[in-house]
């Protein structure tokens, strides 16, 4: 939004670079965007219409000097989120990269990215929350800040398993459980007789002195031995 300049005059001017006829090319400043302007030397433009996806219409004019301002050129406007603007005279705004998301409008650098959240991934470009980041599924997971790919969303090792989505972490299965598969989302309970501590991949035999047994196992997953 362009506000009034302080001292009454006119706004300050955009910078501007010229071409080798010597024609003065202007337009919007950074982090907006807009039609760009051609004034030739001689001060003389041909006003052009840019019409923006709003669907609000608006005409290129010039100062006195003959260089197009903030002010007398409403067309520039801010860049939305999910998008940036690093350079003036842009008539489009560049998307924000693939991986994350940027939430502030009006940007004029991609430092405004934020990565998506470890768990999830992110394959287009041009977002501007992280609801647009796909959750990593059930029985896998990932660590990764800023996933492009859901092959960063790796599955399970056996004795490990991950319930819910945008999983960090797949958990190790509990003292009395076990999970012998790749890419579990639950730890199977140890068999009566067996042997099953934190993080079992499968069932292990009870260690019982000679001419004892185990018939049955505790929730801590170590037998007793009678």
Do not use: H
Request: proline share 10%; hydrophobic share 25%; with cysteine.
């Amino acid at each position: 939004v362009i506000g009034e300049p302080p001292d009454g005059g006119p706004e300050a001017q955009i910078p501007g670079v010229t071409d080798v006829s010597g024609n003065v090319l202007t337009g919007c400043p950074i982090g907006e965007y807009g039609n760009f302007k051609l004034i030739n030397v001689d001060g003389s433009s041909d006003g052009i219409l840019t019409e923006f996806p709003s669907g609000d219409v608006c005409g290129n004019k010039k100062d006195n000097s003959g260089i197009a301002t903030p002010e007398l050129n409403p067309c520039c406007k801010p860049c939305p989120a999910g998008s940036f603007s690093p350079d003036v005279g842009l008539s489009a705004c560049d998307p924000c990269p693939r991986g994350g998301y940027c939430e502030e409008a009006g940007a004029a650098t991609r430092m405004v990215w934020e990565p998506g959240p470890a768990g999830s991934f992110n394959p287009t470009t041009g977002c501007k929350s992280s609801a647009a980041c796909e959750s990593c599924p059930i029985g896998t997971s990932s660590a990764m800040r800023g996933a492009e790919s859901i092959e960063t969303c790796a599955p399970c090792r056996p004795g490990t398993v991950a319930a819910e989505e945008r999983s960090e972490i797949c958990e190790p299965c509990a003292q009395g459980y076990y999970q012998n598969a790749v890419g579990a989302t639950e730890c199977i309970r140890c068999a009566a007789g067996k042997f099953c501590p934190k993080g079992s991949s499968l069932e292990l035999d009870a260690q019982c002195d000679p001419g004892t047994y185990a018939n049955l196992t505790d929730a801590d997953g170590d037998p007793e031995c009678f």
